[in-house]
Structure formats: C-alpha cells, structure tokens
C-alpha cells in the first residue's frame, strides 16, 4: 500500500484515540531505530517524546527483539495460572530494584490495568473503599482508572465510579497557595489540607492515596520532600497505604528507577507501572507489592486476574529490557543527559519570553508557555482544542522532523534515555524555531 492509502484505510476503518476522527491525519510510521523513527516516505523524526513517554531504551533495540523473538519461537502463550522462566526471573529483577520491601508483582496489560489492579489490592486489604488522587493527575482510560486521574479527559465519562476523593495540587507555578511562599511552605499547607480531607472522609472510610511518583502528563509539577513525607506520615497514622503511580515516571525517566526514589523517607506501599518495563515493544503492567501486603494474600483471595495477565512474551521483553537499563547505564544516564536537556532549556528560556515556566528533573522536561510571564495567561487553554500559535508551533516541529507531546500550553522534553549530546542538541534546535513562531504572540 502507498502511504496516503494506509492513512486513509487506517481512518475509515480504525478508531483515533481521544479525538474526534475527522481530523485524524495519522503520519505512516515505518522503522525506528535508537532516538528515530521514519515514516513511509522514509522521512526521519527525532523522537523527542519517546512516543507516549515509554519507549525508554530508543527504538527497536537487537536485545530486546532477539529476547522477544527467541521467546516468540519456544512459546507465545501459557495461561497465567502456569509460569515460565522469564517470569520467574522478573519478579525477582523487580523486586531488586523497588524501594522498601516491596517484592511481589501482579502483572497486567498497560498502566491503565496496573492502577486499577493497586485500588483493588488497597481496598481488599484495608476493607475500606475511599482512594483520594490529584486533580491534576492522568492514572487511566478504563472507568475506574479515569475516574482516579483528575485529568479532563475523566469528564465525558462522568460520575464514573464512586468513592473516589480528590486532593488539591502541589502546582507551585500556578496554586494561589504558593504566592509569597516557598515551595516548601505551599506543600506543608497542601499536606494540611489533604490531612483534613481524611478527616472530613472519614480515615476510617480512606483506603489509600494514590498519586505519580513524579507527575507526567499533567505538566510535571512535582512537590519537594516536605508533601511526599506528610503523605507517608498520613497514610500511617490512619492506617491507608500509599500507592504510587510510576507508569510514566519509572524506569530511570526521572534519573532513578522510580519517581519516588527522589524521596527516600517515602516508600510507597504499592508501586503501579507499565511502559518503560518493556519499553513499550509489548504491553505490560505491574503492580508491585510490599511484604505486608503481599501476606495477607497468602490466605485470602486476590480477587484480580486477565487472560493476559504475565504474558509469555511480555515476561521475555522485560527482562531483556530491564537487563538494557543494568548493562547500559541508562538510569544514570538519563541524569547525566537531563542535565544537558536542562541547561539547553533554560537556555531557550532566557531567549524566548513565551517560556513561563520550565519544570523537571533528568529526561523528563515540560516548558510551559504563557502569553505574558508576569499574569502567566496561557498561550493555550487548559482543555481546550490547541490554539493558532499551538498549532503552527507543532506543525513546525513536525515539518522540521521533531516528534513530541503538545497538550494545552505545554511541550514535553522526554527523549529515550539512550540519547547523545549532539542528538540533545538537534531537538533544542529545532524547538527554538517553534519558540520563535511562538513568541510572536507574546503580549507581555
Ligand atoms: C501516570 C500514568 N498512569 C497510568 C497511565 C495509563 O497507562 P496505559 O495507557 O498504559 O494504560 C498513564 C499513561 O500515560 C500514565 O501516565
């Protein structure tokens, strides 16, 4: 098939996700390779996204292929009641690498079926059904899990289900909490009121809180250790536990393992993943479990399962993923090349007003862009369809071969972890082209 046939048969006959299909104008991917991917004009795009902010190890990586492909060759499927050796094996390399004593993983398909699975486990084992979440927070598309995530897109699918409680966000740019404050303070006084949230919930209601161990796709905006450490302190005291979601935020993203290893006194009770444990080349999530909790299903029933649940080819990705990141380096690496991504953009930021705000840590960057840097009014709306400016500053980076997220009035830095300087050093380029687009709507 020619391109403009795959794109057409690909829009009469499959569904866009998230968007009205009209206006669906899908780009005819065909190979990726490292930080690259081509189209079927054999165009080539820097992936500077990562695509959905999972393919962490670059693309189509010989270890990780071979591993599936041996895999696929010996066995693709075995019910998830019988085991295979990669499985064995990925538990243990979780395990190794999780915070706390958290040893023990229920595997699932995606990111979406690990939170809902992490609610459940919280809810079976406390007996209680509350889970408070941040507004400002994307945990899922199935019912349950978009109901959790305070993002927009949970709207059209409202009241979704029940027993779901929502906190204020630590969003230091933008909360009027933080005005005339440190960020410190503006946390303490957010954990304050999530403490009272509880109490007016009733603690013995509250099941667990559920947040990103580092926020993603709602703007990075992360809190200091003041806020992680009060929300350990709350989910002991009224006895819930605390389950963090690193669907996004895992695998060396933030420059650790995991998002919450950037606070060392907060050691979550349940970890949900998905993404980066295969780099996306197969789906799979994880929820990963505290020894605690883990016993007290040795005698009750863990009422959760799918007949993909610890897929045999998934089981074979991850481990050869996860032996990627040891061999490679890559979770040290992400810190070291999030400190050139970093410099690069606050660079951009001195030369481009419409920059309001740059926030993050290693290989994981949103500029957030605003019409006027002392009212901080958005280039773009918050859920709303992209505006002129957004729209010519995406078209340019498309044309000029960058990929990226664009959502609202803010652009994601996330490249895989695998990047160089020079490649670093591309990207920021051809975002400063967009930047100048941009500025020309500076009103400040
Ligand atoms: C923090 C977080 N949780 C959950 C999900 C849902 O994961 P999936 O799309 O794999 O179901 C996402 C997806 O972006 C995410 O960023």
Same mark, same amino acid.
């Given at each position: 098939?020619?391109?403009?046939?795959?794109?057409?048969?690909?829009?009469?006959?499959?569904?866009?996700?998230?968007?009205?299909?009209?206006?669906?104008?899908?780009?005819?991917?065909?190979?990726?390779?490292?930080?690259?991917?081509?189209?079927?004009?054999?165009?080539?795009?820097?992936?500077?996204?990562?695509?959905?902010?999972?393919?962490?190890?670059?693309?189509?990586?010989?270890?990780?292929?071979?591993?599936?492909?041996?895999?696929?060759?010996?066995?693709?499927?075995?019910?998830?009641?019988?085991?295979?050796?990669?499985?064995?094996?990925?538990?243990?390399?979780?395990?190794?690498?999780?915070?706390?004593?958290?040893?023990?993983?229920?595997?699932?398909?995606?990111?979406?079926?690990?939170?809902?699975?992490?609610?459940?486990?919280?809810?079976?084992?406390?007996?209680?059904?509350?889970?408070?979440?941040?507004?400002?927070?994307?945990?899922?598309?199935?019912?349950?899990?978009?109901?959790?995530?305070?993002?927009?897109?949970?709207?059209?699918?409202?009241?979704?289900?029940?027993?779901?409680?929502?906190?204020?966000?630590?969003?230091?740019?933008?909360?009027?909490?933080?005005?005339?404050?440190?960020?410190?303070?503006?946390?303490?006084?957010?954990?304050?009121?999530?403490?009272?949230?509880?109490?007016?919930?009733?603690?013995?209601?509250?099941?667990?809180?559920?947040?990103?161990?580092?926020?993603?796709?709602?703007?990075?905006?992360?809190?200091?250790?003041?806020?992680?450490?009060?929300?350990?302190?709350?989910?002991?005291?009224?006895?819930?536990?605390?389950?963090?979601?690193?669907?996004?935020?895992?695998?060396?993203?933030?420059?650790?393992?995991?998002?919450?290893?950037?606070?060392?006194?907060?050691? %979550?009770? @349940? =970890? +949900?993943? &998905?993404?980066?444990?295969?780099?996306?080349?197969?789906?799979? $999530? *994880?929820?990963?479990?505290?020894?605690?909790?883990?016993?007290?299903?040795?005698?009750?029933?863990?009422?959760?399962?799918?007949?993909?649940?610890?897929?045999?080819?998934?089981?074979?990705?991850?481990?050869?993923?996860?032996?990627?990141?040891?061999?490679?380096?890559?979770?040290?690496?992400?810190?070291?090349?999030?400190?050139?991504?970093?410099?690069?953009?606050?660079?951009?930021?001195?030369?481009?007003?419409?920059?309001?705000?740059?926030?993050?840590?290693?290989?994981?960057?949103?500029?957030?862009?605003?019409?006027?840097?002392?009212?901080?009014?958005?280039?773009?709306?918050?859920?709303?369809?992209?505006?002129?400016?957004?729209?010519?500053?995406?078209?340019?980076?498309?044309?000029?071969?960058?990929?990226?997220?664009?959502?609202?009035?803010?652009?994601?830095?996330?490249? %895989?972890? @695998? =990047? +160089?300087? &020079?490649?670093?050093?591309?990207?920021?380029?051809?975002?400063? $082209? *967009?930047?100048?687009?941009?500025?020309?709507?500076?009103?400040?």
């Amino acid at each position: 098939m020619i391109p403009s046939q795959i794109a057409q048969e690909s829009k009469e006959h499959t569904f866009v996700s998230w968007n009205a299909q009209a206006a669906w104008s899908p780009l005819v991917m065909e190979r990726g390779e490292g930080v690259y991917v081509w189209d079927a004009d054999g165009k080539r795009y820097l992936d500077w996204s990562s695509q959905l902010v999972n393919v962490n190890i670059g693309h189509s990586h010989p270890h990780v292929v071979k591993a599936i492909q041996e895999q696929a060759a010996k066995l693709c499927y075995v019910e998830p009641s019988a085991t295979t050796e990669a499985r064995a094996k990925l538990g243990a390399m979780l395990a190794d690498v999780a915070p706390g004593d958290l040893s023990k993983t229920l595997f699932c398909n995606g990111g979406t079926d690990a939170v809902e699975n992490g609610m459940k486990v919280a809810r079976l084992f406390t007996g209680r059904q509350k889970i408070l979440t941040r507004y400002r927070s994307y945990h899922g598309g199935t019912f349950a899990a978009a109901s959790a995530g305070g993002d927009p897109r949970r709207l059209a699918n409202e009241p979704g289900v029940p027993w779901i409680v929502r906190m204020p966000d630590p969003y230091a740019y933008r909360n009027p909490i933080y005005n005339g404050r440190t960020q410190e303070e503006g946390d303490a006084i957010i954990a304050d009121l999530i403490e009272e949230i509880v109490h007016m919930e009733g603690p013995q209601y509250c099941a667990a809180i559920l947040v990103e161990g580092y926020s993603g796709s709602s703007g990075v905006m992360q809190p200091t250790e003041v806020y992680f450490n009060r929300l350990r302190e709350i989910c002991d005291k009224y006895g819930m536990l605390l389950i963090v979601d690193e669907t996004m935020s895992g695998f060396g993203r933030t420059g650790e393992w995991w998002g919450i290893n950037h606070y060392p006194k907060a050691v %979550p009770d @349940i =970890i +949900t993943t &998905a993404k980066g444990i295969t780099s996306g080349y197969v789906p799979l $999530g *994880a929820t990963i479990v505290s020894q605690r909790v883990a016993e007290y299903f040795d005698d009750h029933v863990l009422h959760a399962g799918l007949t993909y649940s610890a897929h045999t080819l998934a089981m074979a990705a991850a481990v050869a993923t996860l032996e990627v990141y040891h061999n490679e380096g890559l979770i040290e690496r992400s810190r070291e090349m999030g400190k050139v991504l970093r410099r690069g953009l606050m660079d951009l930021a001195e030369k481009h007003p419409v920059i309001g705000d740059v926030r993050g840590t290693a290989l994981h960057h949103v500029i957030e862009l605003v019409k006027d840097r002392r009212t901080r009014e958005p280039i773009s709306g918050f859920n709303q369809p992209p505006s002129e400016p957004m729209k010519r500053a995406a078209a340019y980076l498309k044309q000029n071969g960058l990929t990226t997220l664009v959502r609202w009035n803010m652009i994601f830095n996330t490249p %895989p972890l @695998i =990047i +160089t300087e &020079a490649q670093i050093e591309e990207g920021l380029q051809i975002l400063d $082209g *967009a930047l100048t687009i941009l500025d020309e709507y500076y009103e400040g």
